[in-house]
């Protein structure tokens, strides 16, 4: 085990190992096949890869994001059949209805991975962003919080389900320029490891997923370096690995978790004179 590697898990992180097929990748032993999944923010980036990669196992979807005519285009490109939910997670009576839908069509899904997310830039002086962060925190947690929601007394009834939600390194500390962004991230981490906690002994297992950089529509505006940079399916394959294995906390790729671990080991005076300048997120994107 890598110094690092051990480092990340006394200091509390689970990171994902890559090095190493795992038993199910090298044919031995029988992988979980699950055979029903949700996902939101399934229109793009990792969440459609998400898509993607579970289909090729055979599972049954639901897919919802608020771009219907996107949502259909991910869905014609797959080889299993797909409900679609043309819906904002912000919306929890939109989302409590797509749910029922489902559970009513499918049954009680066997993974629900809570993805959708929007991420821009924010400076805490202007005033202008306050209703920025205001809709950030709205999709980034209350709408993963209600993604999840639904899904736990069908799940807890049954005694299995996992309920995955997608947060992000950036939630581990406050980056300068992305305020709204690192709070709804470390917002969600917080809410995933009180409903992990909650469901404890219930048979649902809660799992909480940092990525680092992922190549997707979000980060390819961002004007900075981005270090160990995943493309969208090697990090969705990766990520619903982590899921498989209910990992309660995995950050994808392995090497961000180390990063991680150095940005939270840091006094503030250092992590300021380190981060002060970094190049920042663009402002006022399209939300
Ligand atoms: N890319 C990275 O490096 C990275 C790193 C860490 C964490 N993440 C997290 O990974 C998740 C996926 O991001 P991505 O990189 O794949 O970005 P993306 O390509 O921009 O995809 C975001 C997805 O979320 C959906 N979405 C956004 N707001 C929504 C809303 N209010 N209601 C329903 N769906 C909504 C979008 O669909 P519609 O626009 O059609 O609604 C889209 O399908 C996010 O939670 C993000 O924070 C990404």
Known sequence: M??????????????TRTGTPCKACRGEGDPPVPRCVFITGASSGLGAALAAHYAREGA????VARRADALQAVAARLPTPSALYPADVA?????RAAADDF???HGVPDIVIANAGVSVGTL?????????????LRTNVVGLAATLAPFVA???SRGTGILAGIASI???RGLPGAGAYSASKAAAITWLESLRVELRGSGVSVVTICPGFIDTPMTRVNPYGMPFLLPAEEAARRIARAIDRKRS????????AVVGCFLRSLPNGVYDALTARRPRKPRKLPL
């Open 249 to 256: 906390f995995a950050v994808v790729p392995w090497q961000m």
């Open 91 to 95: 919306d929890r009576g939109a989302l």
């Open 60 to 63: 049954t979807l639901g897919l």
């Open 170 to 172: 950036a939630g581990l």
């Open 103 to 105: 559970l009513g069509r």
């Open 154 to 156: 069908p799940m807890r």
């Open 2 to 15: 890598s110094a690092g590697f051990r480092r990340s898990r006394l200091l509390g992180f689970d990171a």
């Open 124 to 136: 805490g002086a202007e005033d202008e962003d306050l209703p920025v962060l205001e809709r950030v």
